[in-house]
């Protein structure tokens, strides 16, 4: 699965853009949103009102991944406006447990990010009331930075994870994902990538899309193997 980050495209044509990149049978599976406060990271994005306007210009589900503070009292909104997937970090839940039980309460996938430096042990656990794991291969933040490699083994411990039964969740990566990156990424047991400019810096933004997918595919066939 292809999720191409609106981070990187033109904020002033957002509709626009998220046509531009397609949807599921040609194109792109989810979008991804960054939603940030400019507490929890030193960004600032856009919120729910927002949001609410994506939902009502296209058909592609939104994955809408929220690096905010107090995602407790803030999460389920984006669920009940009707986003497809909504994350929450680790880092930032009071009660990850009851979070996820009302995430999907109010109609959505409930997802939980980690950042780099937060190991995945403390949350096994946690994780099987969820339905995707978004592994951070960038500080949370800011679009454009290097992909972090070592991130990598995290993505192998829980597709280890996943392939044994021990958790039934989607693994997810965002950051630095690009048409060499993928593969790295893909051969670890990932199961849909979020790319920004990699998509929206290309001259066409499907077939960017489609060319990440293929590349993503052909590699997991050869990590499976």
Request: aromatic share 4%; glycine share 8%.
């Amino acid at each position: 699965m292809i999720a191409p980050s609106i981070l990187s495209a033109d904020f002033a044509r957002l509709s626009e853009e998220m046509a531009a990149v397609g949807g599921p049978g040609r194109g792109a599976d989810w979008l991804h949103v960054d939603v940030m406060d400019a507490h929890f990271v030193p960004n600032l994005t856009l919120g729910l009102p927002v949001v609410e306007s994506l939902l009502r210009s296209t058909d592609t589900p939104l994955d809408c991944h929220l690096m905010i503070d107090a995602p407790d009292r803030w999460a389920p909104g984006y669920a009940e406006a009707g986003a497809h997937n909504v994350t929450v970090h680790a880092e930032a839940a009071e009660d990850p447990v009851a979070l996820a039980k009302n995430l999907r309460a109010a109609g959505a996938n409930a997802g939980l990010s980690v950042k780099p430096d937060t190991p995945l042990e403390s949350y096994t656990d946690v994780l099987k009331h969820y339905d995707t794991l978004l592994v951070m291969s960038v500080e949370p933040g800011f679009g454009g930075q290097k992909f972090i490699e070592r991130v990598l083994e995290k993505v192998r411990a829980a597709r280890r994870m996943v392939d044994t039964g021990h958790l039934n969740l989607l693994v997810e990566i965002d950051g630095g994902i690009n048409s060499d990156t993928i593969e790295q990424a893909a051969e670890a047991g990932v199961d849909c990538f979020v790319a920004g400019s990699a998509v929206y810096g290309a001259e066409d933004p499907v077939r960017a899309v489609e060319g990440l997918r293929a590349r993503a595919l052909d590699a997991s066939a050869h990590g499976s193997a």
